[in-house]
């Protein structure tokens, strides 16, 4: 045995008996070399092969990190949701995972859109915010103006071009969270009774807006790794008088996948085509796993037809509740809507945020996020194959914090939240992000917060739970 | 000459000769009594008389303040809107008025709704807001629970029960200011085309929902004494199909009158007849000049058709951004709208808001507050007597710190914000306050903060460009 084989194996051993476990960072060459007393080429050699056989994987700048021990073998599969204009119902489902806040009563709640709030790298902004309200007094307390500080719609626009965006600090109009930049878009375009195309599964929060507003959703079968299918859309576009299509293209919640960007631009083309707006949902697009970070449409887009929807809820913290939207040719529409909707949005949050950005806190915790994030994805990942039935679909996530699971045979994933809340463990149960409450066998979980023990225990009671429900049915059956 | 007959001319004299100008508060009983070697019972003697005279006005607990020389003879007329349902326009002037921050672009905003933010009751508010950013870590700028904050609720519940109001903490809804409740509120009741009776003249945010929402206003007569005349709105309720009743009917926007208490009641009786929801704007409730404060229509509503909107913008500060509303039975529908509009409210602003009223600091706030505006607003009635042309009718506000003044002579109050913004001055054109652009010819001015010497000088400044205007009309007619 070559002496790169007997490191190969000694690695492989610790990592099958758990000593590295999924997503840990192996040792450095250096470490490895004065360990083994093997020599730097060996040790790269020894590296090389463990990432050929599937144990680990390079992350530039960083090192060797343990991979779930194999890719998940099958994916959710396409979306067939009913294609027809459909009223949006679910409400309730919503309301039960938004009401309280976590920990509140003590329910761990496994589904929610929360990033890591105890990040260190969040620590200046709790800064910035004491200093300034130290600092200010109640006079800079008052209204802001109404398209929001100018210094952050500037440090938005800056921070924009890493998206392949050039925007004007006119551009950008500052909301109250994303929720609102979204549903002054929707409000923007369209009235009651209207249709918009939706990619299925898509963000519940869309969803019950759409109900609001009496609009209908027409649900776009989507691909798990390419995002909406391009070709369903032509023809939903031929069929129906769609007046918008809202899309999350990058970071897709709740399926995690990016759309390459030759079918962002094909998606513009065919708004342009069919004169159609795109409501682009970009809230996760700066967690991407890859850098530069992804393009937006809106990027693509020379028309102004793209109203961009963001915030810092997922990024930063949700609880400032400071978002943005670019809304191109809307901009005077949105800043109506904008005013009526809640007039200013609150001062001192949006100065701390663009101070946050321009200091460039906002840049170092997005790559603290990101490696951590991808980091917890591949645990997660080894979890779920440890702790699910054979047959369970999961989704791939290239960037944010949400994983999908599609469960085998026919599982109810509202049942299984009744069955889970006598432990006090909630999902978000797929039926949140259809019209019609499809995708009930599907389920979304977070990865975002450390994925410690009692995580572990939880994830692995979920599966344990499933099973469980499986044999009750097959029981049923025979 | 008896010796208080002297003491009264000296007093007066002082008066006159501006020693003691209109709002300032006279020596103290104890004081006068040793600066003019007069016993207790002759000074007292004298400031019966000089109240008698109309000089000065007891204040209790406080002591005697210098009155306008006469009480402002002319009040504003009873409004005479068009009577049947309009679309609403106006919206360029609203965006005028609240595009920039105030002294962003050194414009002298002599019109908006902004309070005094530099009080010194208002000081505390600063502090814990500091507090709670250096004590909270991330993990408190999570999502806060979507009702809001249960100590906010709590505290406004409380509160509430000075307006003769019972509310359990869920019957209230945290909301991102006053605004996002009247929009939730419109949004819960109403659908695009259907009619709404306001008071007129009436808040321009309002106007602008309406607006947005694609309804149609129908403007009821008001009177500036006593509120929406019933008459009117009951024939109004007969002829046509409304759908709710928005009123602000304690402190006014922008009248400053209180609806009399047997009025209130009648209008909750009259919207149980017709079976129609009143949404009630408090907003400036709690800055009335006597207390106990009036009570709001809302508790004189057993059946939860009052939906109850408010905020602590006008009564701290607005750029936190803390609103909330009570509304009814319409509260599951309030919260799906809710939901949809910015989800969660931000988090710490509602606590340092909720520990501020349970401190009692919000108490001791408003008793100042609410000298100061009344002293202020005798002050500026002084200053309009005496720089605009006679005949201007002005209001005589009951709370707030909001003026309404009617200018004679069919005087264009659009075009004289023109002429002043030469000066970088800015009055609010009665034209914001009516959905067809009505009272052209009146305006609004606010007399929140002190009434510096710039600032009477600014006043004096409108009422000199008033009356020019009125010499170049005669002119042409001539």
Redesign the interface.
């Known amino acids: 045995m070559k002496r790169y084989e007997q490191v190969v194996q000694t690695l492989a051993q610790r990592i099958e008996q758990g000593v590295y476990r999924v997503g840990d960072r192996l040792p450095s060459i250096r470490a490895l070399c004065r360990e083994q007393g093997v020599s730097v080429s060996t040790a790269q050699e020894a590296y090389r092969r463990l990432e050929e056989a599937g144990f680990a994987e390079a992350r530039p700048r960083s090192g060797y990190y343990v991979l779930p021990r194999t890719t998940p073998s099958v994916l959710p599969k396409v979306s067939r949701p009913a294609q027809r204009p459909l009223d949006v119902s679910q409400?309730d489902q919503?309301?039960e995972l938004?009401?309280?806040?976590?920990g509140?009563d003590e329910m761990l709640m496994l589904g929610r859109g929360?990033p890591d709030?105890?990040?260190a790298t969040?620590?200046p902004?709790?800064r910035l915010?004491?200093t300034?309200?130290?600092r200010?007094?109640?006079?800079?307390?008052?209204?802001?103006?109404?398209?929001g500080s100018r210094e952050l719609r500037q440090q938005v626009a800056r921070q924009a071009t890493t998206s392949g965006c050039l925007l004007h600090p006119d551009d950008v109009l500052i909301t109250?969270?994303c929720?609102?930049a979204l549903?002054l878009s929707l409000?923007t375009l369209t009235?009651?009774g209207e249709v918009v195309a939706v990619d299925s599964p898509s963000f519940y929060?869309t969803m019950?807006?759409l109900?609001?507003?009496?609009l209908k959703a027409l649900e776009i079968p989507t691909d798990p790794q390419i995002g909406i299918s391009l070709e369903a859309l032509e023809l939903a576009l031929e069929q129906w008088p769609v007046r918008a299509i809202q899309v999350t293209p990058t970071c897709n919640n709740p399926l995690g996948y990016t759309m390459p960007e030759p079918r962002k631009q094909a998606l513009v083309a065919l708004a342009q085509r069919f004169d159609v707006a795109i409501i682009e949902d970009d809230i996760y697009g700066d967690l991407a796993f890859t850098t530069p970070r992804p393009r937006t449409i809106k990027s693509f887009d020379d028309e102004g037809r793209v109203l961009l929807c963001s915030s810092f809820?997922k990024t930063l913290?949700?609880?400032?509740?400071v978002g943005w939207m670019a809304p191109g040719r809307y901009r005077d529409q949105a800043?109506?809507?904008k005013?009526?909707?809640?007039?200013?949005?609150?001062?001192?949050?949006q100065q701390a945020v663009a101070e946050f950005i321009a200091h460039g806190y906002y840049e170092r915790h997005l790559h603290e996020m990101n490696r951590q994030y991808q980091r917890h994805r591949d645990i997660l990942l080894g979890w779920v194959e440890r702790y699910f039935p054979a047959g369970t679909g999961v989704s791939y996530p290239q960037g944010g914090f949400l994983l999908w699971l599609e469960l085998p045979g026919g599982i109810d994933c509202v049942r299984l939240n009744d069955r889970l809340a006598r432990e006090r463990l909630h999902i978000a149960p797929g039926s949140l992000f259809s019209a019609s409450g499809k995708y009930r066998h599907c389920l979304r979980l977070n990865y975002a917060a450390p994925l410690t023990a009692s995580i572990e225990a939880a994830v692995q009671r979920v599966g344990e739970t499933v099973m469980a429900m499986q044999e009750e049915q097959a029981a049923l059956v025979s």
């Open positions: 409400w919503v309301l938004v009401r309280g806040t976590p509140e929360i709030l105890g990040a969040l620590r902004l709790q915010l004491a300034l309200h130290r200010v007094d109640a006079r800079g307390l008052n209204y802001d103006s109404l398209a109250t969270g929720q609102e549903s409000r009235a009651p929060g019950q807006i109900k609001a507003q009496g809820s913290v949700p609880g400032l509740r800043m109506h809507m005013y009526v909707s809640t007039g200013a949005s609150a001062t001192l949050p």
